[in-house]
């Protein structure tokens, strides 16, 4: 698999694959990583990537012939995905689909955003990460792709590591505790200690449903649906 991010910064992005299960998937050869910059295809004398809006407003506005020829050398298949806070959310069902696609593009808007007629061109798809706004659109490339790579296969090892990860099901995942059982006189569930693995997964499963109904209550009701409709 690979990924072309199209970026004014690509150090920011370049680093976080310089270390742990990132870097060594990339070593192994699960996916690898390409960068585009806009000012390499600005007719600019300057190498300009950005002019004031149309209409008038607050804010530059990234304009479309940098993004237009940068884009347009992609070769045919490759998956556009823009960041904007007008997308559709980011969920882990997405990860799963966009890790099963052979070349994925991030495009990254800076300034008040990207002149409309790039991504209606060019968009494959828009996400949002969240109801924020942010400087750029690095942050949510780096998050879609991280949450993307760990689908593939062979990335994390044990196939297990997804299964029980939060978002796989609409209950959040139980609780984790680490060795020693007892720290600053503070235990654990002592079912975990028992090896018992069928009441470990009981206990699991109720603890997951306690931390779901407290902080996301509205998947607590998608399990109950989901666990109704599987009777």
Same mark, same amino acid.
């Given at each position: ?11 920011? =992005? ?6 742990? =299960?990132?870097?060594?998937? =990339? ?205």
């Amino acid at each position: 698999m690979r990924f072309t991010y199209v970026t004014l910064f690509s150090n920011l =992005i370049e680093g976080y694959f310089q270390d742990s =299960i990132l870097k060594r998937a =990339i070593e192994s050869g699960k996916f690898e990583v390409a960068y585009l910059n806009p000012r390499d295809y600005s007719a600019s004398k300057h190498s300009k990537v950005d002019d004031t809006a149309v209409g008038g407003g607050a804010g530059m506005v990234m304009t479309p012939q940098p993004l237009f020829d940068a884009l347009n050398t992609l070769e045919e298949g490759a998956y556009v995905i823009f960041a904007a806070p007008v997308g559709k959310q980011f969920t882990q069902n997405d990860a799963k689909r966009l890790a099963l696609k052979e070349h994925v593009v991030f495009v990254s808007g800076r300034y008040e955003g990207i002149d409309e007629r790039v991504i209606e061109s060019f968009a494959d798809e828009v996400f949002s990460i969240g109801d924020y706004v942010l400087t750029g659109g690095e942050l949510p490339s780096l998050v879609m792709s991280d949450a993307i790579v760990r689908n593939i296969d062979g990335v994390l090892g044990n196939s297990e590591s997804l299964e029980y990860e939060s978002f796989e099901t609409p209950l959040l995942e139980a609780p984790s505790f680490g060795k020693p059982a007892i720290y600053e006189q503070m235990g654990v569930p002592s079912e975990y200690l028992k090896g018992n693995h069928s009441k470990i997964l009981a206990l699991k499963l109720a603890m997951s449903e306690c931390k779901t109904k407290y902080f996301r209550p509205e998947q607590l009701l998608k399990h109950k649906i989901r666990t109704s409709y599987e009777k």
